[in-house]
T-cell receptor, first 109, second 113 residues
C-alpha cells in the first residue's frame, strides 16, 4: 500500500553536491527503509532505520528518523553521476510496507 | 549470494490471453511480494504472502490471482490481459522474523499487444 509521501518529486544537482530527500508517513512504523531504483531494474535496499533510532550512517548515506513528526530524510553526500536513480522510502507497519511516491534524483556531471 | 529469481524476463502476450509469472525467493525467506510498475510510474503493490498465506492485498485486479507454494515460490496469474497490463512486474522476498528488508528480483517485462 502507498500512503507515504516523498519530496521533492524530482531533484537535479551537480556532481559533488549533497542531495537530501524527505519522506513523510501517516501511521506508526516499526522501521523505515530506503530503496534505490535504476531505470528498468528492481529496487535495491539502501538502509533501514528502526523506530527507536534517530540517525544512521552507511558510507555516503545518512538517514534520520523523527517519529514525532512521522518523517525521515535521506542525505547522499558528495554525489556521483552513478547516484542518478529513483529513491523510495517504505515504512514497515506491522509487516505491511507503506511506500512513498519516490524522488527522481539526477546528478549532472 | 542467491537472489530473487523471476521468470520469464520478458513476455509478450495478446489481449485477452493469460500469463503466468514466477518468482523464486531467497532461501529461508518466508514472505513474497508482487509489484507492478507501469512506464514512468512508481511501483504499485499488488499482493503479498507470508508462509504461503495471503498477508496483504493492494491494487491487484480481480483478473489477477497469485499463490505461494509449499517450496515458497510464488506465481502471479493474469487473465483476460489488457493493454494497460503492460508493465514491469517485480517480485520481492524478505524474512519477517529477522526484520529483513525486501530483496527484489530483476522483474518480468510484460508487453500486451
Amino acid at each position: 500500500s502507498q500512503q507515504g509521501e516523498e519530496d521533492p518529486q524530482a531533484l537535479s544537482i551537480q556532481e559533488g553536491e549533497n542531495a537530501t530527500m524527505n519522506c513523510s508517513y501517516k501511521t506508526s512504523i516499526n522501521n523505515l527503509q530506503w530503496y534505490r531504483q535504476n531505470s528498468g531494474r528492481g529496487l535495491v535496499h539502501l538502509i533501514l532505520i528502526r523506530s527507536n533510532e534517530r540517525e544512521k550512517h552507511s558510507g555516503r548515506l545518512r538517514v534520520t528518523l523523527d517519529t514525532s513528526k512521522k518523517s525521515s530524510s535521506l542525505l547522499i553526500t558528495a554525489s556521483r553521476a552513478a547516484d542518478t536513480a529513483s529513491y523510495f522510502c517504505a515504512g514497515d507497519s506491522n509487516y505491511q510496507l507503506i511506500w512513498g511516491a519516490g524522488t527522481k534524483l539526477i546528478i549532472k556531471p | 549470494a542467491a537472489g530473487v529469481i523471476q521468470s520469464p524476463r520478458h513476455l509478450i502476450k495478446e489481449k485477452r490471453e493469460t500469463a503466468t509469472l514466477k518468482c523464486y525467493p531467497i532461501p529461508r525467506h518466508d514472505t513474497v511480494y508482487w509489484y507492478q510498475q507501469g512506464p514512468g510510474q512508481d511501483p504499485q503493490f499488488l499482493i503479498s504472502f507470508y508462509e504461503k498465506m495471503q498477508s496483504d492485498k493492494g491494487s491487484i485486479p480481480d483478473r489477477f490471482s497469485a499463490q505461494q507454494f509449499s517450496d515458497y515460490h510464488s506465481e502471479l496469474n493474469m487473465s483476460s490481459l489488457e493493454l494497460g497490463d503492460s508493465a514491469l512486474y517485480f517480485c520481492a522476498s524478505s524474512s519477517r522474523d529477522r526484520e529483513s528488508p525486501l530483496h527484489f528480483g530483476n522483474g518480468t517485462r510484460l508487453t500486451v499487444t
